[in-house]
């Protein structure tokens, strides 16, 4: 992140401005919670298109999705923590499952207020 930062700094000036630059996105300098976006599905009109896809194949010898992930997650809690930022909570993998817990919680709270 410091190597960003110093680049950042470098090449801050409007000449140094290109087309990519027109977006104005936030930098994972200034938001590091941008470091776990990849975990939030984006279905909206204005999403870009992407070149992920749902079906990621495996190579052998090599990590799976979990252990990638999980390794993506502690790196990023390490500079969370150098930071000194609470580190969020961590989102389900499959969407679906998150919403049906979501919904199950909404459900045993109103029973409960009943």
Known sequence: ??????KQANYAEPRHRTIFDLDDEKSPVDHPELLLKFETPVNTENSRPGHSNPRIDHLEDSKNWLLARSGWRRKVRAYFEEIGRDFPEAIAYNNDIALKKNKDIERDVRGRKR
């Not at 992140?1 to 110093?6: A, D, G, S, Y």
């Open 1 to 6: 992140m410091i190597k960003l930062k110093e």
